[in-house]
């Protein structure tokens, strides 16, 4: 924060006060210390609300809110962990796969919650959902 201070650079600054704020805003809310598996997942859900704005300026015609939103995940994103490529998640599906009882879409649910928690922050979850699908349909 010092440094984007210093540097002057308002647009990272005010993400990392969002950053922040909503930090804070969960901290009392829930009367818990957030830890670092629950600020991955504050950030991850920030990132998913900035995607899914992004989405809804661009069909409203509205590119330079969506420019904004970008601009947002791309500081956001420099907090989480390293994104994992797709073979990467491939590999983590089908070690996840092995050990589960049910066959077809029915291994869905206990499969996404295998997952979920080795892939928070490093991927997004509605990708690893579709291939997760592909997976199990295949």
Known sequence: MKEAMKARAKERLATIRLIQAE?????VD???????????????KMVKQRRDSISQFESAGRDELA?????EISVIQEFLPQQ??????LAIIDDALSGIDATGMAAMGPLMGLIKPKLQGRA???????????????
């Open 30 to 44: 829930e009367r818990i210390e957030i830890d670092d598996a629950r600020a991955l997942a504050i950030m991850d």
């Open 67 to 71: 420019a904004i939103e970008r601009a």
């Open 124 to 138: 997004d979850m509605g990708a690893v959902s579709k291939l997760v699908k592909a997976k199990l349909t295949a």
């Open 23 to 27: 930090f804070k805003r969960v901290e």
């Open 84 to 89: 994992l490529s797709e073979d990467e998640i």
